[in-house]
């Protein structure tokens, strides 16, 4: 396994491009690749991942399976966190999912996105130290007219070296 932080390459930290992070995000999580979720947006506040309209994506009622809301807003989280910290990119070597809660609001039908944000104290006192750190993170869910779908907070934890 590689240190978080080598697959993304070289990172500027006054000029993060952030288009970079979303490609390399975009292919960093199998499971996302096979679900067809896609990153369309990494910024220093959040993330942005669709979910395509697909049959295989729905459960027995007809609506977008949990598993693949649950996926998508657990990858924005995750790629919000790549955003806030790109400037200190190059010292983390991990950020793993510990805990998680959700709170599903409405069926989700169609296209949905998830966006995704962490919290900037949390990164920055991981930035600003090293070893293991929690970072608190949030994803909403909304169908294509902005509804409100699912609510989510995660409990990452990242290491940060020396």
Do not use: Q
């Not at 955003?83 to 991990?94: E, N, S, T």
């Not at 709170?103 to 944000?117: E, H, N, Q």
């Not at 293991?132 to 993170?137: A, L, P, W, Y």
């Amino acid at each position: 396994m590689s240190d978080f932080a080598s697959l993304y390459g070289p990172v500027d930290p006054a000029a993060p491009d952030f288009e970079h992070l979303r490609r390399v995000s975009a292919g960093m999580v199998p499971f996302g690749n096979h679900t067809g979720v896609e990153i369309t947006e990494i910024s220093a506040e959040r993330a942005v991942v669709e979910i395509p309209e697909e049959s295989h994506l729905r459960n027995h009622l007809g609506t977008v399976h949990a598993g693949a809301l649950f996926t998508a807003a657990d990858i924005a989280g995750a790629a919000a966190f790549v955003g806030a910290a790109a400037h200190g990119l190059a010292r983390v070597k991990m950020l793993v999912l510990r805990d998680s809660r959700v709170s599903f609001r409405k069926p989700a039908v169609g296209r949905v996105r998830a966006i995704g944000t962490v919290d900037p104290r949390d990164v920055a006192k991981a930035l600003a130290g090293s070893g293991r750190f929690d970072v608190d993170g949030r994803a909403t869910i909304h169908d294509e007219s902005g509804l409100l779908l699912a609510k989510l907070s995660f409990d990452y934890v990242c290491e940060v070296a020396a």
